[in-house]
Structure formats: C-alpha cells, structure tokens
Antibody, heavy 113, light 107 residues
Framework: EVPLVESGGGLVQPGGSLRLSCEAS????????MHWVRQVPGKGLMWVGR????????TYADSVRGRFTISRDNAKNTLYLQMNSLRADDTAVYYC??????WGQGTLVTVSS | DIQMTQSPSSLSASVGDRVTITCRAS??????LYWYQQKPGKAPKLLIY???SLQDGVPSRFSGSGAETDFTLTISSLQREDSATYYC?????????FGGGTKVEIK
C-alpha cells in the first residue's frame, strides 16, 4: 500500500493557480506533521512548507510565502497545497511527505504559456 | 537558514568499494539529520534517520555517523543497485534544508 498519493499536477499559465492533493493511508495521518517538497527535474530537493497535525501551525519557504497555502482535512486523510500566482520557476515535481519514511510519488507542475 | 554542504557532488566507484559521502551543516543540528537515496523518476527513499539509525529494510552496508555539524554516509561494499543520488537533510529548524546531492555511479 502506497502511503501517500499526490494528484492535481499539470500545465498552468504564469499567474495561474493549481491545487494539489495528497491522500494518505496506512499510517496515522491525523497525528503527523506533513510537508511539501519540490524538485526541479534533474535538480535537488527544496522544502516548500509544513503543517502541524491539527493545522494550527503552518510554515513556508520564503520563495512561496504569500502565494502558496498548505491545509489539511484529517477527516479525509488529505493534505493540500493551493498554489496561486504561479511563476515559471515554480515548475517542479511536488512531493508530499511525512519527512523521513513516507513520501508520495510526486506530481509534476509545469508553469508555461 | 541552515546550509547543508555535501561532498563530493559525484563519484564513480567499483562494485565492492567502500564509499563515503559527507554532509556539513552551517550550524549545530544535533543529530537531526536524514540520508536519502533517490533514483531517476522516483521519490527519495529514507536510508538513515537521527544521523545514525538505519531505516527498517535498508541493507546493513549503509551506515551513518556524526553529530552537531559533521555527518557521513558510508556504503561499506558498493553494489550495482546503489547507483543513485544521495541527499542529506536537516530537520533541526525550518526551513528544512537539503544538501545538493551526491551522484554515485558504478564503474
């Protein structure tokens, strides 16, 4: 069983919006701090942000603060990443993760006109 | 932000060789250090957590050492399936940060 499955990636124009989802299974999602990490194809890993277990504390990387919003629905075992005002340099594979052992398979977001 | 500096950025070694990758943090991170292996098109796979603890299911040829600012990942006897890129990551403070990666190739 795959513990984390992302969805919602795709092609979007600069300035556009996209919402990623990450459905969790097989572990205690509601007690887990969750993260988003991105990776430009062929490049290294960059942390995007994290949310604590009940959603009351959220922290973002400087490069996305004010444009991206992380949220969660513990009843649905789902993590979200709302991405607004997208730029070309946001193009990347986006992973959700419980940092450490649980990572999703990634979803590709391409920002291009 | 805590900078994580990995070296080397790439290496080529033969099957059976001992391989060492280092990771230096720009400030104290205790043992809040993970090591991952990533193969093309795949998500990172956890190898080591807490700087020295081997994740369940990971072969014992992988080991981690270090604390505070200096850390090492060692592969005691390189196997063909170890061809991958390896990353360190600190979780001592946000923003969480990763090393730049070490690409390991098999001669």
């Amino acid at each position: 069983e795959v513990p984390l499955v992302e969805s919602g990636g795709g092609l979007v124009q600069p300035g556009g919006s996209l919402r990623l989802s990450c459905e969790a299974s097989g572990f205690s999602f509601s007690s887990s701090w969750m993260h988003w990490v991105r990776q430009v194809p062929g490049k290294g890993l960059m942390w995007v942000g994290r949310i604590n277990s009940d959603g009351s504390s959220i922290t973002y990387a400087d490069s996305v603060r004010g444009r991206f919003t992380i949220s969660r629905d513990n009843a649905k075992n789902t993590l979200y990443l709302q991405m607004n005002s997208l730029r070309a340099d946001d193009t990347a594979v986006y992973y959700c993760a419980r940092i450490g052992a649980f990572w999703g398979q990634g979803t590709l977001v391409t920002v291009s006109s | 932000d805590i900078q994580m500096t990995q070296s080397p950025s790439s290496l080529s070694a033969s099957v059976g060789d001992r391989v060492t990758i280092t990771c230096r943090a720009s400030q104290y991170i205790a043992t809040y250090l993970y090591w991952y292996q990533q193969k093309p098109g795949k998500a990172p796979k956890l190898l080591i957590y807490g700087a020295t603890s081997l994740q369940d299911g990971v072969p014992s040829r992988f080991s981690g050492s270090g604390a505070e600012t200096d850390f090492t990942l060692t592969i005691s006897s390189l196997q063909r399936e170890d061809s991958a890129t390896y990353y360190c990551q600190q979780s001592y403070d946000t923003p969480l940060t990763f090393g730049g990666g070490t690409k390991v190739e098999i001669k």
